[in-house]
């Protein structure tokens, strides 16, 4: 089971730390993702980091501004997002990948999700 948390309502230009815990199976060895789905709109790929903490991807679209790290001890994700944006408001979700699969940036590549947390972006 995967547990997000720290959404909340911000002003633009402020910053959130999501964390993404797993409890009941580890993600060591999982690539895991952050998404966000917007109203009417479809998930989109938010970061991706690989089970090591070595390799990241983050969005064209948030370079820059959101950084995806692990603590495996914790067995814990996060996604720090600074100069949020209107923009940025959407559900977020953390999804993982079964062990040892490859880094993906598909919706449909996760094998597991989070139940979303809420991120709210006031101008």
């Known amino acids: 089971q995967l547990q997000a948390s720290g959404g909340g309502l911000v002003q633009a230009g402020g910053s959130l730390r999501l964390s993404c815990v797993a409890s009941?199976?580890?993600?060591?060895?999982?690539?895991m993702g952050w998404f966000r789905q917007a109203p009417g709109k479809e998930c989109e790929f938010v970061a991706v980091?690989?089970?090591?903490?070595?390799?990241?991807y983050i969005s064209d679209s948030m370079k820059g501004r959101f950084i995806i790290s692990r603590d495996s001890a914790k067995n814990t994700v996060y996604l720090q997002m600074n100069s949020l944006k209107p923009e940025d408001t959407a559900v977020y979700y953390c999804?993982?990948?079964?062990?040892?699969?490859?880094?993906?940036?598909?919706?449909?590549?996760?094998?597991?999700w989070g139940q979303g947390t809420q991120v709210t972006v006031s101008s």
């Open positions: 999804a993982a990948r079964k062990p040892f699969a490859s880094s993906s940036y598909l919706v449909n590549d996760y094998d597991y």
């Open positions: 009941g199976r580890t993600i060591t060895w999982s690539m």
């Open positions: 980091i690989d089970w090591r903490g070595d390799s990241t």
